[in-house]
């Protein structure tokens, strides 16, 4: 019987939404006041799950105090207080709407949850507005 | 005498950062909130105003007006921005959740009726950090 665990995490950081291929007046009629030049942010929150059989000697599916060490090591310590269009490499040709933040923030989790487990990551870029990857 | 509360909410770019001292004092005083590229949060906006309610309508004060009053004169102006480069009002000053609601204070009290007192800002910051200030 598989079980799915979570674990909750935050980060705070500025973006824009900005396709570079477009100039401002394009990049503000496709994303309003996202577009800002100046840049605005955000409290992200982080849901990671992972789903998989408990393991029968510790009844865990995963060890969540070792999930939150790899959370943070890989995911929190990249990305708060950062501009994640300035200071984060996964981004320089990505748009960091929360979508593709999902996706770079699956990216780089997965290869550190056994492969026996499966993944999923869902974003709040506000308490309004979230994401889930993979759907 | 009846307090009555309108939430807003804005999101925004800031950073910590006093012009007077270099990068690493910056840094050892403000730690990664001193990042030169900003970083931001969804800050929640709690206006509390307070007056008696009034005998025909029954209100403390029309609180679609007191909505109205918070976006025209706050939220137009934070929303989206870079509290730093792009808020008239916080030009010149340490963008603090602490400064902040003390200028949102100054900036809405000249906007609200004579019989409607500002009772309280409440910004938060982060779900687990907000400031209240009481014009004091």
């Known amino acids: ?135 | 005498m009846v307090y009555l509360t309108r939430q807003e909410h804005f999101n925004a770019a800031h950073r910590l950062y006093n012009p007077a001292w270099d990068e690493a004092k910056n840094e050892a005083v403000f730690g990664k909130c001193a990042n030169p590229n900003w970083h931001g949060h969804n800050y929640d906006l709690l206006v509390t105003v307070k007056a008696k309610p009034d005998y025909d309508t029954g209100f403390v004060f029309d609180v679609k007006k007191l909505s109205l009053v918070i976006r025209e004169h706050i939220t137009e102006k934070l929303d989206h921005r870079n509290l730093n480069e792009d808020v008239d009002f916080m030009r010149g000053k340490m963008c603090s959740t602490e400064n902040l609601a003390i200028e949102i204070w100054k900036q809405l009290e000249p906007h609200l009726p004579g019989n409607v007192q500002l009772h309280c800002i409440k910004l938060y910051e982060t779900p687990r950090i907000y400031v209240e200030y009481f014009g004091e």
């Not at chain 1, 309003?32 to 955000?42: D, E, F, Q, S, T």
């Not at chain 1, 994640?84 to 989790?109: C, M, Q, R, S, W």
């Open chain 1, 1 to 135: 019987m598989k079980v799915a665990v979570y674990r909750q995490e935050h980060f705070n950081a500025a973006h824009r939404l900005y396709n570079s291929a477009w100039d401002q007046p394009t990049n503000e009629a496709y994303f309003g006041k996202c577009a800002y030049p100046h840049y605005h942010g955000h409290n992200y929150d982080l849901v990671v799950k992972v789903t998989g059989l408990p393991d029968p000697q510790t009844g865990f599916v995963v060890d969540m105090k070792w999930l939150s060490e790899i959370i943070n090591k890989e995911i929190i310590a990249r990305f708060d207080h950062k501009n994640l269009n300035l200071d984060t490499p996964e981004f320089k040709h990505l748009n960091p709407t929360a979508e593709n933040i999902a996706i770079v923030i699956y990216g780089l989790l997965r290869p550190r949850i056994p492969e026996d487990l499966d993944l999923q990551v869902r974003l709040y870029e506000t308490p309004r507005n979230f994401v889930d990857y993979p759907a």
